[in-house]
């Protein structure tokens, strides 16, 4: 970099927010209802100078999955994050979130911010985001997360669906009493399907539970993500010790302090690295690099984002550490209609890097943007 180029500095003088519904094609069932529609927040920033950059805050709406809602992101970024960054001088985008380095937690909600900021300063420079980010990647390999489903014949068509739909590996979502069962019956249909399981933190060290973990040993899984809750690093590093199958951290990693002890611990041998858990795009590279350093493997995790979150997410997951296939599925596994324009899709299992646009890669539909917005905010 020039010395004129690393000069430039950024004041962003407007954060726009959109809060945004969009109906799911398929419903899915949470820990306490099934969903047929998501609510996140796009954010748009502004450099006062006619450059314009995306982000989102994928935070579900309900306390389950992440200690953050769309309530308190919305909280978040009009009381604090938003007027810390329009107050904020920066150069480079991994010097944006200096501006909240104050704020304690609120990663969705700052991951929403770090987008916008790596977006705006990318298309200034007429750079791809994957490029700006030092990715290496021109396809990522693309993965399908599927949800607890009321049978199992139910589970193995969704699975059939997205086979046929070329991706390269699937993961299923588990539960003590949905478990060793769905695996089973998904490996007899598929023997050769690359195949993972995810608990979202819902088992505990009881017999049974850690019977079933057992058990789920033997069926050649690629890993388990996150069986125990997400302080219980010792508990993921005892199972770990005791069976074969790599066990993968998600709730468990906020940050690299964590990841830190994760790794001194042996809790685990792979991370998920979601932008919206560690805080945004420059904290995602950080965890990318200190578990490549530890000889961890990682792959980009998901939060049903919508086109802005999915395409910072492609991004991302262009970077060298991302070895495994990535919960990154094209915008119509979830929506039949996305907000950026094209949709990322998958081909025969593939997502491409966007290397020929700058930023992000896909334009923001602002009129259904601003068409499907419950609510708006502006600062
Ligand atoms: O644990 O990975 C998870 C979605 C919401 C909350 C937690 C998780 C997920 C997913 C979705 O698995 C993956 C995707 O975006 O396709
Ligand atoms: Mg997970």
């Known amino acids: 970099m020039t010395q004129a180029e690393s000069a430039t500095a950024i004041r962003v003088a407007s954060v726009e927010a959109f809060r945004v519904r969009l109906p799911l094609v398929h419903s899915f069932q949470t820990s306490s209802h099934r969903k047929s529609y998501l ?46 960054l329009l107050a904020h001088t920066w150069e480079r985008p991994e010097q944006a979130e200096e501006a909240w380095r104050k704020v304690r937690g609120h990663n969705f909600a700052k991951a929403g911010l770090d987008i916008a900021c790596w977006d705006l300063w990318s298309r200034r420079r007429s750079t791809p985001l994957s490029m700006a980010l030092g990715g290496e990647r021109t396809a990522i390999a693309a993965g399908v997360s599927l949800g607890i489903e009321p049978t199992i014949e139910d589970l193995v068509s969704q699975v059939n669906k997205h086979v046929a739909g070329g991706y390269r590996r699937v993961k299923l979502k588990i539960q003590p009493g949905w478990d060793v069962e769905p695996v089973r019956a998904v490996k007899l249909a598929y023997p050769h399907l690359v195949l993972q399981v995810d608990a979202n933190g819902v088992y505990t060290e009881s017999d049974e539970h850690l019977a079933a973990l057992e058990a789920l040993d033997h069926y050649g899984l690629l890993l388990i993500e996150q069986p125990f809750a997400p302080g219980a690093l010792a508990a993921h590093a005892r199972l770990q010790s005791r069976i074969s199958t790599p066990v993968c951290l998600d709730e468990s990693i906020d940050d690299v302090e964590q990841l830190d002890s994760a790794v001194q611990l042996g809790a685990g041998r792979i991370l998920n690295i979601k932008v919206s858990r560690m805080g945004g795009l420059t904290a995602a590279k950080r965890a990318h690099d200190m578990a490549v350093a530890a000889g961890w493997e990682v792959w980009c995790g998901g939060m049903h984002e919508f086109g802005v979150g999915r395409a910072a997410n492609v991004a991302i997951a262009s970077l060298p550490g991302f070895t495994l296939p990535s919960d990154v599925s094209g915008s119509d596994k979830y929506y039949s209609r996305d907000v950026i324009d094209p949709p990322v899709r998958a081909d025969d299992g593939m997502v491409a890097v966007p290397l020929a646009e700058p930023g992000l890669g896909h334009t923001v539909d602002e009129d259904f943007v601003r068409e499907l917005s419950a609510e708006t905010l502006k600062l």
């Open 39 to 84: 609510e996140h927040i796009l954010v748009r920033v502004g450099d006062g100078e006619g450059g314009v950059g995306w982000g989102e805050i994928a935070s579900p709406s309900d306390p389950y999955y992440s200690p953050e809602t769309v309530d308190t992101c919305w909280l978040m970024l009009r009381r604090y994050l938003g007027p810390a």
